[in-house]
């Protein structure tokens, strides 16, 4: 797998939500609530997307953007898998597979993250990610199978403007 794209980013690229990208999934999570408040499981050991990736979590971090519209990507990383969860506010998430043995290469999906719409979006190494909020004060807690090297970054960076990508709300 190379640290460059391997997919040409001026080239557009359409989401295609009905074909999922191997190995990404989005996992709804739970909130349980009594009169103390609500307690949310972000990530559990016994649960099938650990088993099916047979890792561990080795860094949890913290991403805040005070203003709606900050837009973070494109990046992916060689050998590390993600999972992003949104803790407050909303945000849309982007991924774009670039690994060319997949057989999901080339394909964009797009994904919402709130805090209304509890869910874990893991996304495996090889794929591009970005994501924009869409509230102020989102705050992203995200989790990866491999610490963070600065000394030797195992990620390749894009412009959020790769693929063509519209990231400006459509109206429906």
């Known amino acids: ?14 989401p295609n939500n009905k074909r999922k990208i191997n190995g990404a999934c989005l996992v709804k999570r739970n909130t349980y609530s009594d009169d103390r ?10 649960e099938e997307y650990h088993k099916r990736f047979n890792d561990s ?5 913290l991403v805040e953007n005070e203003e709606r519209g900050i837009i973070r990507g494109f990046h992916k990383h060689l050998s590390t898998r993600y999972s992003f969860f949104a803790a407050h506010g909303s945000a849309k998430f982007v991924l774009v597979d670039d690994r060319p043995e997949s057989d999901s290469y080339g394909v964009m999906n797009e994904f919402i993250l709130s805090r209304l719409n509890k869910a874990l979006l893991i ?24 610490p963070y ?3 030797n970054p ?6 959020p403007t790769s693929f063509e990508y519209n ?3 459509v109206g429906r």
């Open 1 to 14: 797998m190379s640290l460059a794209s391997n997919l040409d980013i001026s080239r557009k690229i359409e």
């Open 167 to 169: 990231w400006e709300v």
């Open 57 to 61: 979590i080795s860094q949890v971090y």
């Open 123 to 146: 996304v495996p190494s090889g794929v591009f990610n970005g994501w924009m909020s869409l509230t102020r004060d989102t705050l992203i807690v995200g989790m990866t199978s491999i």
């Open 149 to 151: 090297n600065r000394d």
């Open 37 to 46: 408040g609500h307690l949310t499981e972000i990530y559990r050991i016994d």
């Open 154 to 159: 195992d990620d390749a960076r894009i412009p």
